[in-house]
């Protein structure tokens, strides 16, 4: 498993813990500062409209699925 991989699975416990539900998770290397180390979590509601423009295709100079 990534470093990036344990990250995220110790903040989904954590948040399993605290009796929130995760459902979407986004990882990798996304424009980053070059010389930047660590991580960044963000964690946020996601109702039903959000659910949907979340899935809806994508096409950007760094992030590209369902397209």
Known sequence: MSSIGS??????IALDGAGI????????????ALDM?????TVSVL??????LWDAP???????WGA
Do not use: C, M, N, P
Request: aromatic fraction near 8%.
């Open 37 to 41: 180390a660590g991580a960044s979590v």
């Open 58 to 64: 994508v096409h950007t100079a760094t992030l590209r």
């Open 7 to 12: 990250v995220i699975t110790i903040f989904e």
């Open 47 to 52: 109702d039903a409209q959000a659910k949907s």
């Open 21 to 32: 539900t995760t459902t979407r998770f986004l990882t990798g290397s996304y424009v980053k």
